[in-house]
C-alpha cells in the first residue's frame, strides 16, 4: 500500500521567505509527526497531531513554525521568514494510533536549504 | 530526565561477522523501546520494537534486539553482517511527557559494513 509521502523533496528558499512543506499520511492512520533533522544530527521532534485532539507543539523551535492538519489527513508545516539554520531535512511520519505500542511510518522527507 | 543514549557514532565490522548497535535509555514506567534504520538519501524504517513478553525481538532484515532491564539497554544485533546493512541506526523510546505520547530519538549509530 501506499506510504507516507511529503512535498517537495527539495526546496531551496531565499532567507525570510515562507515555505510550506506537505505531508500525506499513511490511509487510516490516525496520528501524524514531525521532525527535523539536520546535517549528522538525530531527529528533533517538532509537533504531535492525534485525532481531534489538540496538537503538541511542544518542539517547534520558534513562533515562526506552525502546522495544521486539515481533514485529520494532509498536513502542512509552514515556516515564516526562513533562516538559515532552519535548513534541514523535515521528515513527517504516521501511525496507527497515538498509544505507546504503535510504530511511526516515515516519508521520504523534504531537504530544505535556505540561501 | 527520560532519554535514550547511542553511545558509539560510528561501528565498523567486517561483512559475515556479528554486529552490535548499543543503545541505553532512561525512562520512568514501562519501556517502549524501537530501532529504525535510515538508508541513504531515505526516510527511516522501522526495524523493530519491545513492548513487552520476550527480552529477544527479532525484527526485519534479519535484526534483532535484546532487551535488558537491569542494565536499561536495548541493543540490536545481527549474526552476520552485510554491505547492504550499512546505514543509520536509530534507537527510540516512546515515552509520556505533557500528556502526549512522544517519540525520543537516540543521535544515530553509522554502522559500515566493509567486504
Known amino acids: 500500500g501506499a506510504g507516507v509521502s511529503q512535498s517537495p523533496s527539495n526546496k531551496v528558499t531565499e532567507k525570510g521567505k515562507d515555505v510550506e512543506l506537505r505531508c500525506d499520511p499513511i490511509?487510516?492512520?490516525?496520528?501524524l509527526y514531525w521532525y527535523r533533522q539536520s546535517l549528522g544530527q538525530g531527529l528533533e521532534f517538532l509537533i504531535y497531531?492525534?485525532?481531534?485532539?489538540?496538537?503538541?507543539k511542544s518542539g517547534l523551535p520558534s513562533d515562526r513554525f506552525s502546522a495544521e492538519r486539515t481533514g485529520g489527513s494532509v498536513s502542512t508545516l509552514t515556516i515564516q521568514r526562513t533562516q538559515q539554520e532552519d535548513s534541514a531535512v523535515y521528515l513527517c511520519?504516521?501511525?496507527?494510533?497515538?498509544?505507546?505500542?504503535?510504530?511511526?511510518?516515515f516519508g521520504p522527507g523534504t531537504r530544505l536549504t535556505v540561501t | 530526565a527520560q532519554s535514550v543514549a547511542q553511545p558509539e557514532d560510528q561501528v565498523n565490522v567486517a561483512e559475515g561477522n556479528p554486529l552490535t548497535v548499543k543503545c541505553t535509555y532512561s525512562v520512568s514506567g514501562n519501556p517502549y523501546l524501537f530501532w529504525y534504520v535510515q538508508y541513504p538519501n531515505r526516510g527511516l524504517q522501522f526495524l523493530l520494537k519491545?513492548?513487552?513478553?520476550?527480552?529477544l525481538v527479532k525484527g526485519s532484515y534479519g535484526f534483532e534486539a535484546e532487551f535488558n532491564k537491569s542494565q536499561t539497554s536495548f541493543h540490536l544485533k545481527k549474526p552476520s553482517a552485510l554491505v547492504s546493512d550499512s546505514a543509520l541506526y536509530f534507537c527510540?523510546?516512546?515515552?509520556?511527557?505533557?500528556?502526549?505520547?512522544?517519540?525520543?530519538f537516540g543521535a544515530g549509530t553509522r554502522l559500515a559494513v566493509h567486504p
Open positions: 497531531f492525534q485525532g481531534n485532539s489538540a496538537p503538541d
Open positions: 490511509s487510516g492512520h490516525t496520528a
Open positions: 527510540a523510546v516512546r515515552v509520556v511527557s505533557g500528556g502526549y505520547n512522544k517519540l525520543i
Open positions: 511520519a504516521s501511525s496507527l494510533g497515538g498509544g505507546r505500542t504503535y510504530e511511526q511510518y
Open positions: 519491545y513492548i513487552t513478553g520476550d527480552n
